[in-house]
Protein backbone atom coordinates (compact mmCIF):
# COMPACT_ATOMS: atom_id res chain seq x y z
CA UNK A 1 0.00 0.00 0.00
CA UNK A 2 1.15 3.78 -0.67
CA UNK A 3 0.89 6.87 1.20
CA UNK A 4 1.46 10.08 -0.49
CA UNK A 5 3.37 12.53 1.22
CA UNK A 6 2.55 15.80 0.05
CA UNK A 7 5.74 18.61 1.16
CA UNK A 8 5.03 22.57 1.02
CA UNK A 9 7.72 24.40 2.36
CA UNK A 10 10.54 26.54 0.44
CA UNK A 11 13.21 26.02 2.31
CA UNK A 12 15.56 22.85 1.84
CA UNK A 13 16.50 21.63 5.89
CA UNK A 14 13.10 23.38 7.08
CA UNK A 15 11.69 21.59 9.87
CA UNK A 16 8.49 20.82 7.71
CA UNK A 17 11.48 18.78 5.30
CA UNK A 18 12.04 16.42 9.39
CA UNK A 19 8.46 16.37 9.35
CA UNK A 20 8.47 14.50 6.07
CA UNK A 21 11.54 12.25 6.56
CA UNK A 22 9.85 11.43 9.95
CA UNK A 23 6.51 10.32 8.41
CA UNK A 24 8.25 8.91 5.38
CA UNK A 25 10.71 6.46 7.71
CA UNK A 26 7.50 5.72 9.95
CA UNK A 27 5.55 4.68 7.02
CA UNK A 28 8.17 2.16 5.67
CA UNK A 29 9.14 0.69 8.82
CA UNK A 30 5.21 -0.41 9.27
CA UNK A 31 5.70 -1.71 5.56
CA UNK A 32 4.23 0.90 2.78
CA UNK A 33 5.34 2.69 0.46
CA UNK A 34 5.42 5.88 0.04
CA UNK A 35 5.79 8.73 -2.55
CA UNK A 36 6.44 12.18 -1.27
CA UNK A 37 6.70 15.21 -3.23
CA UNK A 38 8.22 18.51 -2.31
CA UNK A 39 6.56 20.80 -4.15
CA UNK A 40 8.62 23.98 -4.05
CA UNK A 41 11.52 21.47 -5.05
CA UNK A 42 9.82 19.90 -8.18
CA UNK A 43 8.37 23.27 -9.24
CA UNK A 44 5.27 22.66 -9.24
CA UNK A 45 2.80 25.07 -11.08
CA UNK A 46 -0.02 26.05 -9.09
CA UNK A 47 -1.99 27.84 -11.30
CA UNK A 48 -5.27 26.34 -12.30
CA UNK A 49 -6.09 26.56 -16.16
CA UNK A 50 -9.36 27.22 -17.02
CA UNK A 51 -9.52 24.27 -19.41
CA UNK A 52 -8.85 22.09 -15.95
CA UNK A 53 -11.92 23.08 -14.24
CA UNK A 54 -15.00 20.95 -15.64
CA UNK A 55 -14.65 17.48 -14.51
CA UNK A 56 -13.98 16.26 -18.46
CA UNK A 57 -11.22 18.83 -18.56
CA UNK A 58 -7.53 18.32 -20.16
CA UNK A 59 -4.77 18.01 -17.42
CA UNK A 60 -1.48 18.56 -17.87
CA UNK A 61 0.86 15.04 -17.83
CA UNK A 62 2.20 16.65 -14.22
CA UNK A 63 -1.28 16.57 -13.02
CA UNK A 64 -2.69 13.85 -14.48
CA UNK A 65 0.19 11.73 -12.36
CA UNK A 66 -0.59 13.26 -9.26
CA UNK A 67 -4.44 12.67 -9.56
CA UNK A 68 -3.49 9.03 -10.30
CA UNK A 69 -0.95 8.71 -7.25
CA UNK A 70 -4.43 10.38 -4.78
CA UNK A 71 -6.90 7.92 -6.43
CA UNK A 72 -4.32 5.12 -5.81
CA UNK A 73 -3.20 5.89 -1.97
CA UNK A 74 -4.07 4.59 1.09
CA UNK A 75 -3.46 7.98 2.71
CA UNK A 76 -2.51 11.39 2.13
CA UNK A 77 -0.05 13.02 4.45
CA UNK A 78 0.15 17.28 4.01
CA UNK A 79 2.92 18.99 5.73
CA UNK A 80 2.78 22.87 5.57
CA UNK A 81 3.89 26.42 7.81
CA UNK A 82 0.91 28.02 8.41
CA UNK A 83 0.63 31.42 6.46
CA UNK A 84 -1.82 33.93 7.03
CA UNK A 85 -4.32 30.82 8.57
CA UNK A 86 -3.96 28.91 5.48
CA UNK A 87 -1.50 26.49 3.70
CA UNK A 88 1.01 28.28 1.07
CA UNK A 89 -0.31 29.09 -2.05
CA UNK A 90 1.61 26.50 -3.78
CA UNK A 91 -0.51 23.75 -1.90
CA UNK A 92 -3.48 25.83 -2.42
CA UNK A 93 -3.02 25.47 -6.00
CA UNK A 94 -2.17 21.66 -5.91
CA UNK A 95 -5.40 20.97 -4.29
CA UNK A 96 -7.42 22.98 -6.80
CA UNK A 97 -5.46 21.31 -9.71
CA UNK A 98 -5.70 17.74 -8.26
CA UNK A 99 -8.18 17.74 -5.52
CA UNK A 100 -10.68 17.54 -9.04
CA UNK A 101 -14.21 17.08 -10.02
CA UNK A 102 -14.77 12.87 -10.89
CA UNK A 103 -11.42 11.92 -8.54
CA UNK A 104 -11.83 13.62 -4.98
CA UNK A 105 -15.80 14.35 -5.16
CA UNK A 106 -19.04 14.18 -7.28
CA UNK A 107 -22.45 15.85 -6.74
CA UNK A 108 -25.83 14.34 -7.56
CA UNK A 109 -27.65 13.94 -10.85
CA UNK A 110 -29.71 17.08 -11.09
CA UNK A 111 -27.49 18.86 -9.00
CA UNK A 112 -25.69 21.84 -10.82
CA UNK A 113 -22.59 22.15 -8.42
CA UNK A 114 -24.46 23.85 -5.86
CA UNK A 115 -25.27 21.07 -3.42
CA UNK A 116 -23.80 18.65 -0.57
CA UNK A 117 -21.28 17.19 -3.00
CA UNK A 118 -20.44 12.59 -2.80
CA UNK A 119 -16.91 11.93 -1.46
CA UNK A 120 -14.86 9.97 -3.71
CA UNK A 121 -11.75 9.16 -1.32
CA UNK A 122 -13.71 7.39 1.19
CA UNK A 123 -11.37 4.76 3.12
CA UNK A 124 -8.30 6.85 2.81
CA UNK A 125 -6.96 8.39 5.62
CA UNK A 126 -5.56 12.08 5.89
CA UNK A 127 -3.26 13.91 8.06
CA UNK A 128 -2.58 17.29 8.34
CA UNK A 129 1.47 18.19 10.25
CA UNK A 130 1.53 22.04 10.54
CA UNK A 131 4.36 24.78 12.15
CA UNK A 132 2.88 28.23 12.86
CA UNK A 133 4.68 31.13 14.71
CA UNK A 134 1.34 31.90 16.47
CA UNK A 135 0.57 30.10 19.37
CA UNK A 136 -1.70 27.45 19.77
CA UNK A 137 -4.39 29.54 21.83
CA UNK A 138 -3.87 32.74 20.02
CA UNK A 139 -4.66 30.40 16.22
CA UNK A 140 -7.17 28.54 17.96
CA UNK A 141 -9.51 31.67 20.54
CA UNK A 142 -8.29 34.45 18.30
CA UNK A 143 -8.36 33.16 15.01
CA UNK A 144 -10.67 30.27 15.24
CA UNK A 145 -7.77 27.94 13.59
CA UNK A 146 -8.86 28.67 10.27
CA UNK A 147 -6.62 25.83 9.10
CA UNK A 148 -8.58 22.77 11.15
CA UNK A 149 -11.68 24.51 9.09
CA UNK A 150 -9.84 24.32 5.66
CA UNK A 151 -8.42 20.82 6.52
CA UNK A 152 -11.52 18.72 8.01
CA UNK A 153 -14.19 20.19 6.68
CA UNK A 154 -13.52 22.13 3.59
CA UNK A 155 -11.43 18.86 2.70
CA UNK A 156 -11.48 16.11 3.94
CA UNK A 157 -15.32 15.94 4.91
CA UNK A 158 -16.00 17.27 1.32
CA UNK A 159 -13.86 14.41 -0.64
CA UNK A 160 -14.95 11.29 2.08
CA UNK A 161 -11.62 11.31 4.05
CA UNK A 162 -11.48 9.15 7.11
CA UNK A 163 -10.41 9.22 9.34
CA UNK A 164 -8.48 12.41 9.38
CA UNK A 165 -6.13 14.08 11.76
CA UNK A 166 -4.52 17.31 11.92
CA UNK A 167 -1.70 18.60 14.56
CA UNK A 168 -0.24 22.26 15.11
CA UNK A 169 3.80 22.44 15.97
CA UNK A 170 4.28 26.32 17.75
CA UNK A 171 6.47 28.24 18.21
CA UNK A 172 8.99 26.68 15.32
CA UNK A 173 10.75 30.34 15.63
CA UNK A 174 11.59 30.08 18.97
CA UNK A 175 11.50 26.17 19.44
CA UNK A 176 14.26 24.37 20.87
CA UNK A 177 15.85 21.35 19.91
CA UNK A 178 14.64 19.10 22.85
CA UNK A 179 11.19 20.48 21.94
CA UNK A 180 11.33 19.88 18.26
CA UNK A 181 12.66 16.33 18.54
CA UNK A 182 9.12 15.84 20.75
CA UNK A 183 7.20 17.19 17.35
CA UNK A 184 9.13 14.59 15.57
CA UNK A 185 8.00 12.18 17.97
CA UNK A 186 4.08 12.89 17.99
CA UNK A 187 4.72 13.06 14.07
CA UNK A 188 5.62 9.32 14.59
CA UNK A 189 3.00 8.42 17.12
CA UNK A 190 0.58 9.85 14.91
CA UNK A 191 1.82 7.98 11.39
CA UNK A 192 1.68 5.10 13.68
CA UNK A 193 -1.60 5.39 14.70
CA UNK A 194 -3.31 6.03 11.83
CA UNK A 195 -1.16 3.27 9.84
CA UNK A 196 -0.84 -0.12 11.39
CA UNK A 197 1.85 -2.18 9.86
CA UNK A 198 1.37 -4.24 7.27
Given amino acids: ?21 TAAATLK ?3 YECTVHDLYAEGFDP ?10 GTVSPDVEIHCREVA ?3 GLIFIHPNWWGQPPALLKGWIDRVIRPGLAYEFLEGDGGEGIPRGLLAGKTGLVFNTS ?14 LELIWKKCIFEFC ?9 FSTVVTSTSEERRRWLNEVREAV ?4 PSI
Fill in 192 to 195: EQYF
Fill in 160 to 168: GVSPSYRAM
Fill in 1 to 21: MTVLIILAHPEQGSFNHAIAE
Fill in 47 to 56: ILPGREIPRD
Fill in 133 to 146: NTSAERERDFFGDP
Fill in 72 to 74: QAR
Fill in 29 to 31: ERG
